[in-house]
């Protein structure tokens, strides 16, 4: 299935750590990619955006050329503080990119 396909459903996260960096509000700041789906992401960060804000990615690929994704704040650690071990949000993407799904499938195998 494609991944606008699998959106609605609960979706295989794979663990990473990826460095990323968010783009909100006309600020730039850095955040840790912690789990990734098809779907979105949960961003570790100290600058957590408030739910439901657009957020641009943009992380570094061994091709050297960064992959860019657009999405929403989907949920935030801040609502519940002491339910996360980590301090960042949940991330729905708003597109599908081919080479983001292809990292993922690389990650995946």
């Known amino acids: 299935s494609t991944p606008a396909e699998t ?4 979706q295989t996260r794979i663990r990473t750590a ?3 960096e968010i783009c ?5 700041v850095e955040g840790t990619v912690r789990n990734a789906s098809h779907g979105g ?14 957020v641009s990615l943009r992380f570094s690929t061994r091709d050297e050329i960064p992959i860019e994704l657009t ?3 989907w949920w ?5 503080p002491y339910r996360h071990a980590r301090r960042g949000f949940g991330l729905r993407l ?3 990119d081919v080479r983001y799904s292809a990292m993922l499938s690389r990650m995946a195998s």
């Open 7 to 10: 959106r609605g459903m609960r």
């Open 18 to 20: 990826i460095p990323v």
């Open 24 to 28: 909100t509000g006309g600020r730039v």
């Open 41 to 54: 992401m949960f961003v570790e960060t100290r600058a957590v955006p408030a739910q439901g804000e657009p």
């Open 71 to 73: 999405g929403l704040v």
């Open 76 to 80: 935030t650690t801040e609502d519940s």
């Open 94 to 96: 708003l597109e599908d």
